[in-house]
């Protein structure tokens, strides 16, 4: 089977004015032709989507939401829907970060109704799970995992694996600093796969699996190395063009 293309996005948060983020984005943008090996995307806050987007006209850079709401339109103040990203120019939007489920109580069951939704508006998936850390101190890891892939990916076809791309983030690592080893990281990466393998057969191998969690220039080579890491989401290095363009062009 052909080997998996690499992706790298950059999840900016709640970060970046608007001129701020159409200046990052032009960065990132202007050197996307030295690494042509990787599929390269950012997700702006919702403000910046449409002033980057028209930025990134002709670009190959991904622009991704930070995510949508499961309905088209209606009485859902505060809320974007995928038609509306669509719209935009966003062709791939996060679902299930872990700030999404801690902060905002977004359960297995509206993750799987986010993911839906995207895919029925032609929208890619990033699908992002992961453990907090007592649930790994008390072996849960491949317990909670195997719960948010599988309510997830509830009633996703085998048709539509060419737009989804699963993201591990253990929560324990994002923001803090810590990173998962890179035994850890490949352990619970492969595992994810086996899972996929057993829902969708071989057409998992085509799946690809980023890890996220304080990912940096001086760790993402050793990540990148590892048979089922296939990318990476990350946080705080994609905020400066330096660090995230280090980043990109790691050692392979």
């Known amino acids: 089977m052909e080997k998996r293309r690499p992706i790298i996005i950059g999840n900016w948060k709640m970060n970046k004015t608007v001129a701020e983020a159409v200046e990052l984005a032009t960065a990132i943008r202007n050197v996307l032709g ?14 910046a ?3 980057v987007a028209k930025r990134l ?4 850079l991904i622009l991704a939401a930070q995510t949508c709401h499961f309905e088209d339109g209606g009485a859902f103040t505060g809320e974007i ?7 935009i120019g966003c062709s791939h939007v996060l679902a299930g970060h872990s700030e999404r489920r801690q902060y905002f109580g977004e359960d297995d069951g509206v993750v799987n109704k986010k993911v839906l939704a995207a ?3 032609g929208l890619s998936v990033v699908l992002c799970v992961g453990e907090q850390l007592s649930e790994r101190e008390a072996n849960r890891t491949f317990e909670v995992v195997e719960r948010q892939l599988l309510g997830g990916l509830a009633d996703v076809g085998s048709d539509a694996l060419d737009r989804l791309v699963l993201a591990y983030e253990p929560v324990w ?10 035994g850890q990281a490949q352990e619970v990466h492969a595992f994810l796969r086996s899972k996929l393998q057993e829902k969708y057969g071989d057409l998992a191998q085509q799946i690809r699996i980023q890890y996220g969690g304080s990912v940096k220039p001086d760790n993402v080579s050793g990540l990148m190395a590892q048979p089922d890491i296939d990318g ?6 994609s905020l400066k063009a330096d660090s995230f363009v280090a980043l ?5």
């Open 34 to 47: 030295s690494v042509p090996h990787l599929d390269v995307g950012i997700a702006p806050p919702f403000g």
């Open 49 to 51: 989507l449409w002033p």
């Open 57 to 60: 006209e002709e670009s190959k």
């Open 81 to 87: 829907s995928a038609p509306m990203l669509s719209e």
């Open 119 to 121: 895919l029925k508006h």
């Open 173 to 182: 690592a994002i923001g803090t600093g810590k990173v998962a080893t890179t």
């Open 232 to 237: 990476a989401l990350v946080g705080g290095a």
């Open 248 to 252: 990109l062009k790691y050692d392979r």
